[in-house]
């Protein structure tokens, strides 16, 4: 009898799982998608990428391909990455890592787009505040990515500067064999920016010593006023300099 009773309450476990994986599976094939949420979003409107996953209400939740909507949403040009999840009993939760510019082409004078460290174009209009990064002169293309290999590798750099030495530079002047001018920020005591030549690529090592130039002579040679520095050569900073004038008081 122990045995018959055991064999009766296996049955009937086995019954009430069977049953609530039935009633589970109908329950996923009949879910709807009620709500598409998006976070992480800042400059990429919500609604334009609700617009790119192109889920629908009446889709079922479960009948969706996380990853495809992903990279439906990635095609906006602020999404570096998205990634999809689909939550009972109706959500489908999007959620975004933006691109960070590293500089803001122009167009002409004009602001154009942003660019970031792996050479993707961002609008530089829309939601979001306005990025404080260099300007950059010398970029025609306007395709999603630039496709000169020495821009990417003048971004890439500007992408891996340190936060000091970044603030420090105002515009970059890319020319058409490839070499490269900056300009920093004007002097705190109101003395004019200066021209920096750094020449071809490679780049990094040449503006790691913007900073430590602009500490060492700028700041501490207050009565010096400095025409250009030429960062072409390595180890050396070559410059042109005379005595400013005194002001009246």
Do not use: C
């Not at 250009?228 to 009246?248: C, I, N, P, S, W």
């Amino acid at each position: 009898m122990n045995r018959i009773a055991r064999y009766v309450l296996a049955a009937f476990v086995l019954g009430v799982v069977g049953l609530a994986g039935w009633r589970g599976w109908q329950w996923r094939a009949n879910a709807k998608v009620q709500q598409v949420t998006v976070t992480g979003a800042r400059h990429a409107a919500p609604d334009s990428l609700r617009a790119l996953a192109a889920v629908d209400t009446s889709d079922a939740l479960y009948g969706l391909d996380p990853l495809a909507v992903a990279e439906r949403v990635e095609r906006h040009p602020w999404v570096r990455s998205a990634s999809v999840e689909r939550r009972p009993p109706g959500e489908l939760a999007v959620s975004v890592t933006e691109r960070t510019p590293v500089a803001l082409a122009l167009k002409g004078d004009a602001p154009g787009h942003y660019l970031d460290a792996a050479g993707y174009r961002m609008p530089a209009t829309g939601n979001g505040p306005a990025y404080d990064v260099p300007l950059l002169r010398g970029v025609s293309s306007d395709s999603p990515r630039v496709q000169s290999d020495t821009l990417r590798a003048l971004l890439t750099t500007l992408g891996d500067l340190d936060a000091r030495t970044e603030t420090l530079l105002s515009e970059l002047i890319l020319s058409e064999t490839g070499a490269v001018t900056a300009r920093t920020v004007p002097a705190p005591d109101g003395r004019a920016s200066l021209s920096v030549k750094l020449g071809r690529r490679p780049w990094k090592s040449k503006l790691r010593r913007v900073r430590p130039f602009w500490q060492q002579a700028v700041v501490r040679q207050p009565k010096v006023a400095f025409e250009h520095v030429d960062l072409r050569f390595d180890g050396q900073v070559v410059t042109e300099q005379h005595k400013r004038e005194d002001r009246d008081p």
